[in-house]
């Protein structure tokens, strides 16, 4: 019965999530992201509006006419999802949890990099890493890694970073393009991800619920911290109380948004209930302009 459950999960993923590669971002991945190199491939004859930079000037001068070198991108990239699934994606206040929301972009984003012919990889992680799958091209590759993102059961309850980037530089050698899903909201990271760019295109997608902003007005609330399971009792009922979990939340993320600009990647912020693909197409617009 479990065993059929998922299925019919990981089917409804794969239509839903296929559909808006389709629709919405797969020429905006392939634009976002370069390949390896250009590839020779070809002399031709000169065209109005070709770049004259490219104009091959020995060949040119035998055919008695403009020839330009002509070519090509070496499109194959490694792609690797970094899913943190410690304790804190098991919260959602607007009809999804975090981690099934993390499962739909990572879906996501593993279609649109098949469908460009590049490799996928999974790696998930708590405080230590819990399951690495290598990076590999297809359908059948994709399933598997969705069947993971909704499925494993991870062993740890708190969040290391760190640590998982540590194993990540032991395992891939290859220069990759590294989406980082999860919550951030343990400090500490800055310097390991300033390492991880030295070598790697590093995009942290965020994933936040609105209620860890912005408490409703309920009255007495028990709150569990549960990565730590540390709890407190709050009094929602008093807007100053609520203004100040506000003001005290919106200190940390701008000081988390400081801490990973000087580390020089950049960031994809996406909350539950709302639809993600915006995020995902304006980021791979702005990668596009900036190229």
Do not use: C
């Not at 930079?53 to 055919?63: F, G, K, L, P, Q």
């Not at 590999?136 to 309850?157: M, S, T, W």
């Amino acid at each position: 019965m479990i065993a059929r459950e998922l299925l019919r999960k990981i089917r409804r993923i794969e239509i839903r999530t296929s559909h808006l590669v389709n629709d919405a971002l797969a020429g905006r991945y392939h634009s976002a992201f370069r390949g390896r190199g250009m590839e020779f491939e070809e002399v031709r004859p000169y065209l109005p509006g070709d770049d004259v930079r490219t104009i091959d000037w020995n060949v040119s001068a035998r055919a008695g006419e403009p020839f330009v070198k002509v070519f090509r991108e070496e499109r194959e990239l490694t792609v690797m999802l970094l899913v943190d699934l410690s304790a804190s994606q098991l919260f959602g206040t607007r009809g999804q949890l975090k981690r099934e929301l993390v499962a739909e972009i990572g879906a996501t984003l593993a279609f649109s990099a098949v469908r460009n012919h590049d490799k996928i990889g999974l790696m998930l992680f708590t405080d230590a890493v819990e399951r690495f799958v290598p990076p590999r091209k297809g359908r059948g590759h994709v399933l598997r890694v969705i069947r993971e993102l909704l499925a494993f059961a991870p062993k740890g309850r708190s969040t290391n970073l760190p640590a998982a980037l540590e194993h990540l530089g032991r395992v891939l050698r290859r220069r990759s393009v590294l989406f980082i899903i999860g919550d951030f909201h343990a400090a500490g990271d800055e310097r390991a991800l300033a390492v991880a760019r030295r070598s790697h295109d590093v995009i942290l997608v965020n994933v936040r619920d609105p209620a860890e902003q912005r408490l409703p007005a309920a009255g007495l609330l028990e709150l569990e911290d549960s990565e730590t399971g540390r709890r407190v009792v709050v009094d929602t009922s008093s807007a100053r109380v609520r203004r100040l979990l506000e003001q005290r939340v919106t200190e940390e993320d701008e000081a988390r948004r400081r801490r990973h600009r000087r580390a020089g990647v950049d960031t994809i912020e996406v909350r539950t209930g709302e639809p993600y693909v915006d995020a995902l197409r304006r980021f791979f617009h702005e990668r596009e302009t900036r190229r």
